[in-house]
């Protein structure tokens, strides 16, 4: 059922000596095994549960890593899943600065690569539409794209986020304040 309840059932150290799987209704000896997981965050997790854990906190990558991440690796994916791997398209390092930047703010790359997946869709659309309006076969060519932070948001919109968006001077008529 529930996986939380399982795990504290593991680690409960009165309880994994002769700890009883209940689909093979087999005792094992989970003594001296150890466990690793991850999680996004620890506020799902129960106090119970995380009292029993040696929580390792990963800092996320910095903007210069995700820029090389996204040039080696989710770009050619994300251009080959759409079908553009002849179209010549570039993604210049302001265009993947301003989606790092104003689209996606996180950690991790999952939606650094979500987004750069939906310009590619985007484009092949709208190649594959040039492609159905030309009429003679010289004008079927694919035109290279060399995209720029306004091409980006051209295609993913408005930004979401915003550089001025967070006001870490103090300035008159704002308070700050964390609550939790």
């Known amino acids: 059922g529930d996986p939380s309840s399982a795990l504290l059932e593991v680690l409960d150290p009165e309880q994994n000596k002769a700890f009883v799987d209940h689909y093979l209704g087999v005792a094992f000896d989970l003594s001296d095994v150890m466990f690793i997981a ?16 040696e929580i390792i906190e990963v800092s996320g990558y910095s903007e210069e890593e995700k ?23 570039v993604f210049g390092k302001a265009a993947v600065s301003t989606i790092i930047n104003s689209y996606t703010r996180e950690s991790g790359l999952r939606g650094l690569e979500k987004q750069i997946a939906s310009i590619c ?60």
């Open 38 to 53: 991850n999680a996004n965050t620890l506020d799902t997790i129960p106090a119970p549960l995380r009292d029993r854990l």
């Open 121 to 180: 869709r985007k484009i092949a659309r709208q190649q594959a539409e040039a492609l159905d309006s030309a009429d003679s076969e010289d004008s079927k060519k694919t035109v290279a794209v060399r995209l720029t932070p306004a091409l980006v948001q051209r295609h993913l919109g408005a930004e979401r986020y915003s550089a001025d968006a967070i006001h870490l001077e103090s300035t008159i008529g704002v308070a700050m304040g964390l609550a939790y």
């Open 67 to 89: 820029v090389i991440i996204a040039n080696q690796y989710l770009i050619p994916k994300q251009v080959k899943e759409s079908g553009l791997g002849d179209a010549g398209v």
